[in-house]
């Protein structure tokens, strides 16, 4: 199982821009040349000379790691999303930083790092070089690019600033040439809303579970769910979508869920009917149960015409029994 535990992974949150081994203000060209970079690595046929393990490795990596992370950073409307939730995420991580642990001397030395941009990049850098060069420590790389992202995400939110406003503002500095002067820049539009998320990921785990990628329905909202916690349609969603994959007990729990949050949810109360439905069909047609003592008048005809022969074994009545925190000190390493 690919399991990272550092960083913002420890946030219950996947930090696709540390498995592709980029800051987290990574410009598309940037994201797409280091993409194709780490695809070249870990295709089948760059790893012809790597052992059996490594080649496993290699195709998993690809297949469940970088092909999702620059699926999702690559399409405009989902990246945008997901930085809304990423800064979400460091918002949460400065709340709680007295609780915040950092593992990697890299992340230690730039919580600390007085040019926090110029160190950020070059500690990235200087990981991602070897990220995907000895397989067997990739998952080690991630979770300390991921360090690095959540401080910098930390320290950002500490001054105000939103991811990449340095650049931007670089970028919008007023030009010294005599040509006439540029319009001005345009409003971005609003991020948007924490309802508008919820129904994005619902809608794309509706259009998943149609073509019957249960795996990618089931992903997207569960990742709705870490931004709301208590929605009780993602959990009625998911519910359904375990049920019909035949994961009752997981069905279950979010069924009873979604009805915590909603008593009247309508997809819920379908869904519980549908898991009890089979109990009691099941329990009609069951034969009594191993132990069951039978039934004196079923065995002996005469026993109906007979009432002393209804007595028990012992003659008695007749027997009626069926069946650290983060500018301060730190944290030591997590044992």
Known sequence: MLKIEQ????????????ILGIPVDAEPKEIRKRYLTIARRLHPDSCVTEDAADRRRASEYLSKLVNPAYEKLSQEKNYTEYCVVLRLKGQQALKQQDTVVLNGDLSRRLAAASDLDTSYRAAVRSLAENQYQHLNETLDFIGQISELNL??????????????ASNSAANS?????????????????????????????LRR???????KNFPRAIQELRDALRME?????????????????????????????????????????EGKQRLEAPNRRNAASQ?????????????DPKAKADPKRQTNSKGGKPDTNGGGGLFGLFGGKKK
């Not at 401080?151 to 990449?164: A, H, N, P, T």
């Not at 010294?176 to 540029?182: C, K, L, R, V």
């Not at 785990?205 to 073509?211: I, R």
């Open 7 to 18: 960083g913002l992974f420890s946030l219950d949150f996947t930090d696709y821009h540390a």
């Open 151 to 164: 401080v910098y995400l930390m320290r950002k939110e500490s001054r105000g600033e939103s991811i990449g």
């Open 173 to 201: 500095a007023p030009s010294t040439s005599t040509a006439a002067p540029a319009p001005p820049p345009k409003t971005p539009p609003a991020p948007p809303t924490r309802d508008a998320l919820i129904a994005a990921y």
């Open 205 to 211: 785990s509706q259009e998943f579970e149609t073509k």
């Open 229 to 269: 916690p208590t929605n009780s349609e993602c959990h009625s969603r998911l519910g359904m979508i375990y049920l019909k994959t035949n994961q009752a007990t997981m069905a279950k729990i979010h069924f009873n869920k979604a009805l915590e949050l909603n008593p009247q949810d309508a997809v819920a109360l």
């Open 287 to 299: 034969p009594a149960g191993k132990g069951a003592k039978p039934d004196p008048r079923k065995a």
